[in-house]
């Protein structure tokens, strides 16, 4: 059984209210603001405390991750409400005798789903500790071209956007962007998001100004990325995207390429595995 804070002190009433056991284990529990603190819940006179940290759940994407150990995973998550989140998830490749996984075996770059996780004040990594997956892009994955679309993607932001940084309407477009990159016009609506990205992170270049990092867009590459940026979204997908040749395709992905590089002095390797 839970109880409120032991605190009893004052009127009778009030130790009476204090003391009495909570009704059921889901009235223990307290959301606020996106956080949804577990069932152990404290009350007491202060607010409410907790033995440990507080769980955080939040939609993301997953933008990157490295195996660690046998069974965990360290990855980068771009997050609705508390931005890009690095986390550690512990044992994500175990399985019970039964074949159970609370990370669903793994957690996979791109992957859409909703987390759970513990953020430590002082420490790099949050503790991941559940993790429901949303959607797998099936459709994507099915795509070579799509995929590496995908990848790149996930790369630039990890570059450009800053950690516990949120941008709502950016996860919106990316979440509903990313089926899209295994279309027919799968390149117009990848240049179409990074325009977006580079715009949300305050990076988007004047195309017709010479002393642009990435160097100077000609004419009608500035007349492309313009027409991308002017065109009207909808549930955060771009409509009717003009169809692009593979001269003017190249030319735009690699100067806003090239704009990124010099921005972040990163290099972007997704790159070269880009078609031309």
Request: some cysteine; charged content about 25%; aromatic content about 8%.
């Amino acid at each position: 059984m839970l109880y409120r804070s032991s605190a009893c002190a004052g009127s009778a009433a009030d130790a009476d209210r204090r003391c009495e056991p909570l009704e059921t284990p889901a009235a223990a529990g307290y959301r606020d603001g996106g956080v949804l603190f577990p069932q152990w819940l404290i009350e007491s006179d202060r607010g409410f405390h907790l033995g440990q940290a507080p769980l955080t759940r939040d939609l993301a994407v997953c933008i990157r991750k490295t195996d660690f150990s046998e069974t965990s995973q360290i990855l980068s998550l771009f997050g609705r409400d508390h931005g890009v989140i690095r986390v550690i998830a512990k044992g994500a490749f175990r399985r019970s005798k039964a074949g159970n996984s609370k990370f669903d075996g793994g957690i996979d770059l791109l992957d859409y789903g909703e987390a759970m996780y513990i953020a430590k004040p002082g420490r790099d990594l949050a503790t991941l500790t559940d993790w429901k997956q949303l959607d797998g892009h099936l459709s994507l994955r099915q795509s070579l071209p799509g995929v590496l679309l995908g990848q790149a993607m996930a790369e630039i932001l990890g570059h450009l956007l800053a950690e516990q940084d949120p941008h709502p309407p950016l996860f919106d477009r990316l979440a509903a962007t990313l089926p899209y990159l295994a279309s027919e016009r799968a390149e117009e609506h990848f240049l179409a998001l990074l325009i977006d990205v580079l715009a949300e992170a305050g990076y988007l270049p004047d195309f017709e100004e010479p002393q642009t990092p990435g160097g100077r867009a000609d004419a009608g590459l500035a007349r492309i990325a313009g027409t991308l940026s002017r065109l009207p979204r909808e549930a955060g997908v771009v409509q009717r995207p003009p169809q692009l040749d593979r001269r003017q395709v190249v030319g735009l992905t690699d100067f806003l390429f090239a704009h990124v590089r010099q921005i972040t002095n990163r290099p972007l390797f997704t790159r070269d595995f880009l078609p031309r």
